[in-house]
C-alpha cells in the first residue's frame, strides 16, 4: 500500500525567505509523486511531478522538488517565498493502481 | 484542451435530505474518475473511483454512493445526508491507459454543508 507523510500541517516564513515543505512517501514500487497547490475555496492544481526522469524537478512559481529515494522523501523547496504562495500543499503518490494517494496537507503562511 | 465542471459551487442542505453532485469532463475519452472529499486538517479523502461506465470503486464504506452514467459524467449521491456529510467535495479526472505518471486535473470543488 502507498502512503504519504506530510511534516507539519502549518508551515510560517518570512516574505523572501526560504520555503521547504516536506513530503515523505512509503510504497512497494516505484512510485510517481506529485506536489499540488491549493488556494481557498478552489481545486487543487499541479505545481509538479515526479515520473521517474530525473530526480530534481522544477514546477510552476519557480518551486522544486528532489525525489530521495535513500530517504524515501520529495520535498518541495522555493528559494524565495512571496506573498502569493501563501495557501494549502498536498503531497500525493500514485504506482499504477488508478489511485492518487494524498497527505494531509500543510498550510504556508507567508509573513510580510 | 480538456476541462471539468463541477456544481454546485456550495450547498446547504437539512440532515436527512438527498444529495446529489455532478461532475463532467470535456475533451478527452474515457477517463479515469474520482470524488475526494476534504475535511480540515485530514486531506484528501478518495472516496469512489471509476475506470469505464458503470464501474465504480468504493474506498470508503459510508452514507454516500457514485454512479458513471455516461463516459464523461460522474454523479455523487446521498438518500438521507448526515451531519458527518458535511465537507468539501472534489471531482478529478485522469488519463487512462498510459500508466499513472500522469496527474489527476481537478474540478473546483463543492462545499457541502449539512445542518
Known amino acids: 500500500a502507498q502512503s504519504v507523510t506530510q511534516l507539519g500541517s502549518h508551515v510560517s516564513v518570512s516574505e523572501g525567505a526560504l520555503v521547504l515543505l516536506r513530503c515523505n512517501y512509503s510504497?512497494?514500487?516505484?512510485?510517481?509523486l506529485f506536489w499540488y497547490v491549493q488556494y481557498p475555496n478552489q481545486g487543487l492544481q499541479l505545481l509538479l511531478k515526479?515520473?521517474?526522469?530525473?530526480?530534481l524537478v522544477k514546477g510552476i512559481n519557480g518551486f522544486e522538488a528532489e525525489f530521495k529515494k535513500s530517504e524515501t522523501s520529495f520535498h518541495l523547496t522555493k528559494p524565495s517565498a512571496h506573498m502569493s504562495d501563501a495557501a494549502e500543499y498536498f503531497c500525493?503518490?500514485?504506482?499504477?493502481?488508478?489511485?492518487?494517494?494524498f497527505g494531509t496537507g500543510t498550510r504556508l503562511k507567508v509573513l510580510a | 484542451s480538456q476541462t471539468i465542471h463541477q456544481w454546485p459551487a456550495t450547498l446547504v442542505q437539512p440532515v436527512g435530505s438527498p444529495l446529489s453532485l455532478e461532475c463532467t469532463v470535456e475533451?478527452?475519452?474515457?477517463?479515469?474518475l474520482y470524488w475526494y472529499r476534504q475535511a480540515a486538517g485530514r486531506g484528501l479523502q478518495l472516496l469512489f473511483y471509476?475506470?469505464?461506465?458503470?464501474?465504480i470503486s468504493s474506498e470508503v464504506p459510508q452514507n454516500l454512493s457514485a454512479s458513471r452514467p455516461q463516459d464523461r459524467q460522474f454523479i455523487l449521491s446521498s438518500k438521507k445526508l448526515l451531519l458527518s456529510d458535511s465537507g468539501f467535495y472534489l471531482c478529478?479526472?485522469?488519463?487512462?491507459?498510459?500508466?499513472?505518471?500522469?496527474?489527476?486535473?481537478f474540478g473546483q470543488g463543492t462545499r457541502l454543508t449539512v445542518v
Open positions: 478529478a479526472w485522469s488519463e487512462a491507459g498510459i500508466g499513472m505518471n500522469t496527474e489527476a486535473f
Open positions: 510504497s512497494s514500487v516505484p512510485p510517481y
Open positions: 515526479y515520473t521517474s526522469a530525473a530526480t
Open positions: 500525493a503518490v500514485s504506482s499504477g493502481t488508478y489511485k492518487y494517494i
Open positions: 475533451g478527452t475519452s474515457n477517463p479515469n
Open positions: 471509476s475506470v469505464g461506465i458503470g464501474q
